[in-house]
């Protein structure tokens, strides 16, 4: 028992290979956490200040970009640091601190798109109940409820986690996983692995069925709507659709590396898998809502006026 309470941490080995360009990983990593930092808070001020913005559609937008800052930050620092030091070297303390963090954002993510999807399925199929239905009140119970269902739902699976004793100490990763930390457990993990397996259910497909519910409905009623309102409703949800897409396809990424084998893919194919479903969103949801949203766009450009 004594050597199993002495790993209390662990190397993340996948910055090994990172070592001939790290400076060059340094500067491309710092400049884009900057621009992620920059392009969400354009956002959320362009629709904090214009009161024309301070609609459901738009303030859940800012959730959503608020939550992308949230997840970069959690990494990117954390990821500059490592790449500066000799060890790579993480506490057990950090390394379950960012678990915690990462998984929150990952669930709240898709619980904010959820929101949205549900949002846009009142705007299109109920017009004239729109703003009874998404009410202030209403509005503030469903961010609250974004944030407050992973928090406390991945908190209480997470607490299986925290409880474990680890007999290894390499994590083949840039980050803490929780799957791959429960695998350096010094016990027998299947009753872990299983609720695991149903809490991801339980975490996560509830969101996803709420966005396909949604867009059923969408569509249905868009099928029987006339052109014009059919090019409104594609309009209103392209972005939101974009966003969708573009975080599922990072997710998938990451589980797919979380549960298999990857070891006959390039690093650098391994790297991008790994970090896709937090650099990619974050960065391209404030650009796709601006450029596509005609009433943010709009005052983006009064204050970054375009020269012709």
Same mark, same amino acid.
């Given at each position: 028992m004594e050597n199993v309470s002495a790993v209390t941490s662990f190397?993340?080995?996948?910055?090994?290979?990172?070592?001939?360009?790290?400076?060059?990983?340094?500067?491309?990593?710092?400049?884009?956490?900057?621009?992620?930092?920059?392009?969400?808070?354009?956002?959320?001020? @362009?629709?904090?200040?214009?009161?024309?913005?301070?609609?459901?559609?738009?303030?859940?937008?800012?959730?959503?970009?608020?939550?992308?800052?949230y997840g970069s930050s959690i990494l990117i620092p954390s990821f500059l640091g490592q790449l500066l030091s000799r060890s790579h070297e993480i506490s057990l303390g950090l390394c379950l601190a960012q678990i915690y963090c990462l998984h929150t954002y990952a669930i709240a993510e898709f619980s904010v798109l959820a929101v949205m999807g549900y949002d846009r399925f009142i705007a299109i199929c109920h017009p004239l109940h729109y703003h009874i239905v998404m009410s202030p009140q209403k509005v503030i119970g469903l961010i609250a409820l974004s944030w407050m269902y992973p928090l406390i739902a991945f908190g209480s699976y997470f607490i299986l986690t925290a409880k474990l004793t680890f007999c290894s100490r390499i994590i083949p990763k840039v980050y803490c996983a929780n799957f791959l930390l429960v695998r350096l457990?010094?016990?027998?993990?299947?009753?872990?692995?299983?609720?695991?397996?149903?809490?991801?259910? #339980?975490?996560?497909?509830?969101?996803?069925? +709420? @966005?396909?519910?949604?867009?059923?409905?969408?569509?249905r009623v868009c099928l029987l709507a006339s052109r014009d309102s059919r090019v409104k409703a594609l309009q209103t949800c392209t972005p939101h659709l974009?966003?969708? @897409?573009?975080?599922?396809?990072?997710?998938?990424?990451?589980?797919?590396?979380?549960?298999?084998?990857?070891?006959?893919?390039?690093?650098?194919?391994?790297? #991008? +898998?790994?970090?896709?479903f937090l650099i990619f969103p974050p960065l391209l949801n404030p650009a796709v809502y601006g450029i596509s949203v005609q009433n943010i766009r709009v005052w983006i450009l009064k204050i970054f006026p375009v020269k012709k």
């Amino acid at each position: 028992m004594e050597n199993v309470s002495a790993v209390t941490s662990f190397i993340l080995i996948e910055y090994i290979e990172m070592e001939d360009l790290k400076y060059l990983y340094f500067i491309v990593f710092l400049l884009l956490y900057i621009l992620i930092l920059c392009l969400n808070l354009l956002l959320i001020g @362009v629709i904090y200040f214009e009161k024309s913005l301070h609609e459901p559609m738009y303030i859940f937008v800012c959730n959503l970009a608020v939550n992308g800052m949230y997840g970069s930050s959690i990494l990117i620092p954390s990821f500059l640091g490592q790449l500066l030091s000799r060890s790579h070297e993480i506490s057990l303390g950090l390394c379950l601190a960012q678990i915690y963090c990462l998984h929150t954002y990952a669930i709240a993510e898709f619980s904010v798109l959820a929101v949205m999807g549900y949002d846009r399925f009142i705007a299109i199929c109920h017009p004239l109940h729109y703003h009874i239905v998404m009410s202030p009140q209403k509005v503030i119970g469903l961010i609250a409820l974004s944030w407050m269902y992973p928090l406390i739902a991945f908190g209480s699976y997470f607490i299986l986690t925290a409880k474990l004793t680890f007999c290894s100490r390499i994590i083949p990763k840039v980050y803490c996983a929780n799957f791959l930390l429960v695998r350096l457990s010094c016990f027998d993990t299947s009753v872990h692995s299983i609720v695991g397996l149903v809490a991801t259910v #339980f975490l996560i497909v509830p969101q996803l069925l +709420m @966005v396909m519910f949604s867009y059923a409905q969408i569509l249905r009623v868009c099928l029987l709507a006339s052109r014009d309102s059919r090019v409104k409703a594609l309009q209103t949800c392209t972005p939101h659709l974009l966003a969708v @897409v573009n975080y599922s396809v990072g997710v998938f990424f990451e589980i797919i590396q979380s549960r298999f084998n990857m070891s006959n893919f390039s690093y650098g194919s391994r790297m #991008f +898998m790994s970090l896709y479903f937090l650099i990619f969103p974050p960065l391209l949801n404030p650009a796709v809502y601006g450029i596509s949203v005609q009433n943010i766009r709009v005052w983006i450009l009064k204050i970054f006026p375009v020269k012709k």
